[in-house]
């Protein structure tokens, strides 16, 4: 059976349909569900459904602003814009990595927020009320637990340490003045939360339409586990150590590529294959695609394509230098070390003789513009149309790049999807076969137990794609850019073969909402600081004639383009520990006195 999710409508208001008003206004909706509910199968995939688009979220959400983060639009790709990866124009779209976050006030806010927990709850409850077999409850509750941990496996990235609560809760519940459940018995619950997911939910192929399954629930397993085990190794001052949840991640990840069931979509066309993994119609028959939401026209549709880098501003977008500069030489040598690189004089040069990536990530110039055969008002704002550069401010372009490196993965040239409001049909990837590879290397390298065979089979896989020479063990590049600002910034500076998976996760998996939860788990947030974190690419007065330096765009001392320089005329701060945290509303603290402060965040 294919795998994708298909976002379902029933939800509690096919509860509420059911019912006669009579019958509402004797119980509230916990007494309806609790005197009427609970009899069937039925019954448990209605109230299940309520949580796949919760979860899952795919292109929605378009418009609305992401607490506590501050980014506007859906998590994939704008949550990069927490990152140094891209920045926005706007300072509060990366308000933690901007130096801007203040501890909200208003209880409930900010990512504390605990109804998601007491509806999962709340389900696993009552669900074996149900008159059908143990082994249909089960899968149910598998689904349940998956988003239960991806519910914990958030708050524990926000927070560090969160109450864990196994009932459902009431207003007169005492549980509501937990304390925080330490981080070791927190993740020890969370892992078995996934794993009775990837117990109970069905294989692949046998699960229904549109539902989770196994696989689905291994990749979450893999992905919570190689978070866990690195944050351990690298926040020493837990004194815990992350060998087990490593451990898990390679066991996790090593199911999935010993099934069988997946591979890396190719079609020998490493100029062109990357860029078309993320524009595609569907993803029923893509082998990469482990899990991937569907819209379908006049049922769920939304406006990614035409909203995309300029929704109300906050999201006007480019991707950082320090991003580029990582893309290696199509010798597989950093920028630093080969002889194929021409240097940052221009955008033109920047981009020849790169990894194939690059060009299919970031706009290269003249490139990726609408068919201008097309009609429409909006065509592909600043993606080299009417000339050979992007846009940028000055340049009269109406939705201009702070930057100048366009970001183009996504971008789909479909005059029809651009002008979809709210009934744009493009799929979204969610979970991808690649992350499994990347997981499976970074697990066995923080282990010490990888080997060329690992490499060949995870690595080399996504390198064959690109047309990128295979990573090898014995000849591992140096890079002594990247290691000073890794020594300078982070403190310390990770092997040679570290260092290749980590660029390696970067270039592969960028715009795809990851970059952030990496930097707080390696230890790494300073490199949210250097200058080219904030910094854009070469300008040439010659290619903007228009463009007045000092007015409408500034410049670091090398000439780049340096979008923050009036707005952090001191640039990025990063304290440690605090910014790998975010703090607890006040109210919270005041109402449940049983709490503590997040790290840093006390005074």
Not at 172 to 190: G, H, I, Q
Not at 261 to 275: E, L, Q, R
Not at 381 to 403: Q, W
Not at 444 to 463: K, M, P, S, V, W
């Amino acid at each position: 059976m294919k795998t994708k999710y298909i976002i379902i409508f029933f939800i509690a208001i096919g509860l509420i349909s059911s019912c006669d008003d009579d019958f509402l206004e004797l119980y509230p909706l916990d007494s309806v569900v609790d005197q009427n509910y609970w009899n069937n199968e039925s019954d448990l995939k209605l109230f299940a459904n309520s949580f796949y688009g919760r979860y899952i979220e795919g292109f929605d959400n378009t418009l609305g602003i992401r607490n506590p983060y501050g980014y506007r639009g859906s998590s994939i790709p704008y949550g990069d814009l927490h990152s140094d990866n891209a920045l926005s124009e706007n300072l509060s779209t990366g308000r933690m990595v901007n130096g801007l976050y203040v501890i909200p006030s208003q209880a409930g806010t900010g990512g504390w927020n605990w109804e998601n927990v007491r509806d999962l709850n709340f389900f696993l409850a009552n669900y074996k009320k149900a008159d059908i077999k143990p082994e249909i409850k089960n899968i149910y509750a598998g689904e349940i637990m998956f988003f239960k941990t991806m519910e914990y496996f958030n708050k524990i990235k926000l927070f560090g340490e969160v109450p864990w609560y196994s009932e459902p809760l009431n207003p007169d519940s005492e549980a509501l003045y937990n304390p925080k459940t330490p981080r070791a018995a927190l993740m020890d619950s969370v892992l078995l939360a996934i794993d009775r997911s990837v117990e109970w939910l069905p294989a692949k192929g046998s699960e229904g339409d549109g539902r989770l399954n196994k696989d689905m629930a291994l990749l979450l397993k893999a992905r919570v586990c190689l978070y866990e085990g690195t944050f351990r190794k690298y926040h020493t001052e837990l004194g815990l150590s992350g060998e087990k949840f490593l451990n898990e991640a390679v066991k996790a990840s090593e199911e999935l590529m010993n099934s069988s069931h997946y591979s890396i979509w190719s079609t020998g066309d490493p100029a062109n294959d990357y860029h078309n993994l993320f524009i595609q119609d569907s993803y029923a028959s893509n082998p990469e695609i482990i899990l991937w939401k569907e819209y379908s026209s006049g049922l769920l549709g939304h406006g990614f394509l035409r909203y995309y880098l300029w929704s109300i501003g906050e999201n006007l977008a480019g991707f950082s230098r320090s991003l580029m500069d990582e893309y290696l030489c199509s010798d597989g040598l950093p920028t630093s070390e080969s002889p194929l690189f021409m240097g940052k004089d221009s955008l033109q040069v920047e981009f020849k003789n790169r990894d194939p990536r690059l060009a299919q990530t970031v706009c290269p110039p003249g490139q990726y513009a609408l068919d201008n055969s097309l009609t429409g008002s909006f065509v592909a704002r600043g993606k080299g149309y009417n000339g050979e550069m992007p846009g940028i401010r000055g340049s009269g372009e109406e939705f201009p790049t702070p930057t100048g490196y366009w970001p183009i993965k996504f971008w789909k040239n479909d005059q029809a999807e651009v002008n979809s409001i709210q009934t744009g049909t493009m799929p979204c990837p969610i979970f991808r076969y690649a992350e499994v590879l990347l997981i499976n290397s970074e697990a066995h390298a923080e282990l010490g137990t990888c080997t060329q065979n690992i490499l060949d089979n995870t690595i080399n896989i996504l390198r064959n794609r690109a047309g990128m020479p295979n990573l090898q063990l014995t000849n591992l590049p140096i890079d002594p850019v990247l290691d000073e600002r890794y020594s300078n910034y982070c403190g310390y500076i990770p092997d040679a073969l570290l260092r290749e998976i980590r660029r390696e996760r970067r270039v592969e998996l960028v715009w795809e909402n990851f970059r952030w939860d990496d930097l707080v788990r390696w230890r790494a947030g300073k490199l949210l600081t250097v200058p080219e974190a904030v910094g854009g690419m070469k300008f040439n007065q010659y290619q903007y004639p228009a463009v007045v330096p000092g007015s409408d765009v500034f410049l670091d001392t090398e000439g780049f383009l340096d979008p923050y320089r009036n707005a952090l005329p001191g640039g990025r701060i990063f304290e440690e520990p605090k910014n790998y945290y975010f703090p607890i509303p006040i109210e919270d603290l005041v109402i449940n006195p049983n709490l503590t402060q997040s790290p840093g965040w006390e005074n």
